[in-house]
């Protein structure tokens, strides 16, 4: 049987207001073992994408968590916000539903690729990330003479699968994907 990569226990996530505060993620406990897929299903404003934004420690000011995250026996939720945010990427990917918000319009796509790459992998050499960056473009179907244009250059779909090969570009070793397909043309 294979490892416990992330283990959620008895998680709940709610966000302050000048009322009672909004329970988003009420008691969700679940594991993902190296290699599984878990999908989650649920009507809009049920806590989908609270509760992969409260994995990845992405909550936004003013918000609460309980319970426990852990990820290869590290505990998310009591662990400090650097130690969490240095494990995006390389550890826990998160690929946004909003592809549109997402990428720099000032940017090439080349250098988003660059960027994720340089911050997290600071050995690897310009031709590694570019033949890197190529290899997870051209896995979702973009070919590599797109590699130099801007975001606006590109259909909602095109961009979704852009961030899509973003996040896998990394090889993270655990995947939160909040709604990947709802840009797809």
């Not at 990427?89 to 998160?94: H, I, Q, S």
Request: negative net charge; aromatic residues 4%.
């Amino acid at each position: 049987m294979s490892e416990v990569v992330l283990d959620v226990r008895d998680l709940r996530a709610w966000y302050g207001t000048e009322g009672d505060p909004v329970r988003a993620v009420d008691g969700v406990s679940f594991q993902i073992r190296s290699g599984e897929t878990l999908g989650l299903v649920g009507e809009s404003g049920c806590g989908k994408s609270t509760l992969g934004r409260t994995i990845l420690g992405l909550l936004p000011e003013g918000a609460a968590t309980a319970g426990e995250i852990v990820y290869l026996d590290r505990n998310l939720v009591t662990a400090s916000p650097k130690e969490v945010r240095s494990m995006r990427g390389p550890d826990l990917g998160l690929i946004f539903q909003e592809p549109m918000t997402r990428l720099d319009p000032l940017m090439t796509i080349e250098n988003h690729f660059i960027e994720t790459l340089s911050a997290h992998e600071q050995d690897m050499k310009k031709p590694a990330m570019r033949r890197r960056s190529l290899e997870a473009l051209a896995a979702m179907g973009i070919p590599p003479t797109r590699f130099k244009q801007y975001p606006h250059e590109f259909s909602g779909g095109m961009r979704q699968r852009i961030m899509i090969a973003l996040a896998l570009v990394l090889n993270p070793k655990v995947l939160i994907a909040d709604e990947p397909t709802t840009a797809l043309d």
